[in-house]
């Protein structure tokens, strides 16, 4: 079963995402209190865990949940081979996939550490469909029709 590990904000751009016991979806706006809420096509960055666990092996600075600026962590859901579009059940709110990774920042701390990052590839941004709390140990389901 697919489960949020953690759910992660950061009040100012630019800074790595810290975590917090629970997040509130808001329907064209994305995390309420995050500073990449907005109503745009990346409303919220999911990253999962096991993509994490790959870099603390290569890495040699602490990787701790939000280190990617990533929103949710989750586990047990192959993030990265979901195509655009899909919808994804995450506690009781609706996400839509929107976009499959992103350019990494050049001055990112993790890719002068490791000489990599996984987020550019395995990261997966979306809107919110349907509002609500999102929490850590939250189930995630791909919804019926989707990939």
Do not use: Y
Not at 45 to 55: C, G, Y
């Amino acid at each position: 079963m697919a489960e949020v590990v953690s759910v992660n904000i950061s009040e100012v751009r630019g800074i790595q995402k810290h975590p917090v016991p629970e997040i509130q979806l808001k329907l064209r706006h994305g995390i309420v209190g995050d500073a990449h809420a907005g109503d745009w096509h990346r409303q919220i960055s999911l990253l999962a865990e096991e993509s994490v666990d790959t870099m603390r092996e290569a890495c040699p600075i602490p990787l701790t949940d939000g280190a990617f600026a990533e929103n949710i962590n989750t586990r047990g859901i192959d993030l990265k081979s979901l195509p655009v579009g899909t919808r994804l059940s995450i506690g009781e709110t609706v996400v839509e996939v929107t976009q499959i990774g992103k350019e990494c920042h050049s001055d990112c701390a993790i890719r002068k550490a490791a000489g990599t990052c996984v987020m550019p590839t395995q990261g997966i941004f979306a809107v919110v469909v349907t509002e609500g709390t999102v929490r850590p140990g939250d189930k995630i389901e791909v919804l019926e029709g989707q990939a």
